[in-house]
DNA sequence: GACACCGTGTTGGATATTCAACAAACAGTT
DNA sequence: AACTGTTTGTTGAATATCCAACACGGTGTC
């Protein structure tokens, strides 16, 4: 697929709008942020962000897009089917989010969009406990239970890892969660 | 004065080019830079660089000269006719360079422009030891002499400063520098 | 309700920059 | 001397952005 190449000044301006609205998230929830404000911290006209964007909501939107096509690309490589890739990729997953942190906290917080978070369960979904589940002898009624469950569980603990500063590191995060995950599913096992 | 407002995409791509220059001047002397290299670190398109600047001479000349328009603003408050103001001076200009550490380090430099350190040496000349020689009882004909030997000196001194990494602070440098060149312009005394 | 202030969404003309291309000059190699 | 690769300086059309202005709506105060 061919990437078009997009105009330097295009480029540019996207980029410190998101900047700057990422910037304004950290301190207060998009609700109480204007597109004047945008404006003003990213030094750029507010008739340009009209061009580009419909409104805050609109930046917003379009972060979150371009990190899970990010993240989807990243975990791509990664598929598995046996337990030992399904740990793997929930690694990949921690170590993903630890190199894009910032972005990460200012994403889940209160003061972006609450959706989001159904969004990136979406993703760890599609690649890793989906597979794993369908490959778990479960009960087909309990299945989607169990996935909602598993992927609840994960993003809840990578919260509090993040707010923790990391404090441990991602394989052992990820050996944690692999297990409190696997013996879930294991107990609704025929 | 009133300053003009400028159009925000010239101070951009004004200041992006300057930062360019500065970034290379690091690593190589400004005979090897070329106008095609500062445009790819910039990332600023060719044809507008020489709607800017005639080539890299000229964008060098200009970061000069805004440094020394600036330090001249900036040392502009503290005027001196007596000794103990003439140390208050010395170790102004002192702490405006540990400010400006980078942008000194470079623009002394070999790889910049050797005529800038006369350029440096003129302003220091007019709001320190201008005054000050003149202040002396020192002989008409050998005024200009001590001058330029005590700004020779100074200069020597502050570049050295800096390659050890600023190791004394300002206020112990300008009395360094204030007795050396105090002592060498007594000699002259009548 | 009137008023002041702020932000929104839009408009049109001007400006700055991009992009691709071109001919020429320069430097290094054979 | 010929060749190759790189950089220079310039050009013109297209694109993106800036700027100032406007009418409107929302909010808070009196």
Redesign the interface.
Known sequence: MSSEKMD??KK?TRMVLKESLMKILKVKPISSITVKEICEVA???RSTYYSHFQDQYDLLKQIEDEFIEDMNITLHSYDNNKDEEALQMIEQILLYVSKNRDMCETLFSDHGDISFKNRIMTVAYNHSVKNWVSESNIHKDVSKYGSLFAISGCISVIESWLSNGMDKPPKEMANIIFNLTKNGIDSFSE
């Open positions: 330097r000044r540019y030094d750029i006209n």
